[in-house]
Nanobody, 123 residues
């Protein structure tokens, strides 16, 4: 069982920055594929970014160039650095882990999910 705990959410003005963190349990974190997803009120949960075991990254078009996913295997933590935030980035952000290799936007690929952290961007 893998437990994921997100932190770092908050309220910022448009153009601001935030860094989300997701701490994972387990002794084999380096073998997990990690992802970030988000869900805005009244909308479906959507893919944001993913990072593979080998640190290959893949982003949703809506965040490309503004968000950066990274991982620190020594700390069992994955990060999402967000800059140039927009009101449309407002959502609950969820961390996810997969025991499989690869980097994909498909939610079904991920085996474990965190409880989410709220990001609110005001105009």
């Amino acid at each position: 069982q893998v437990q994921l705990v997100e932190s770092g959410g908050g309220s910022v003005q448009a153009g601001g920055s935030l860094r989300l963190s997701c701490a994972a349990s387990g002794r084999t974190f380096s073998s997990y594929t990690m992802g970030w997803f988000r869900q805005a009120p009244g909308k479906e949960r959507e893919f944001v970014a993913t990072i593979s075991r080998s640190r290959n990254t893949y982003y949703a078009d809506s965040v490309k160039g503004r968000f950066t996913i990274s991982r620190d295997n020594a700390k069992n933590t994955v990060y999402l650095q967000m800059i140039s935030l927009r009101p449309e980035d407002t959502a609950a952000y969820y961390c996810a882990a997969s025991l499989r290799a690869g980097a994909t936007s498909a939610q079904s690929f991920y085996d474990y999910w965190g409880q989410g952290t709220q990001v609110t961007v005001s105009s």
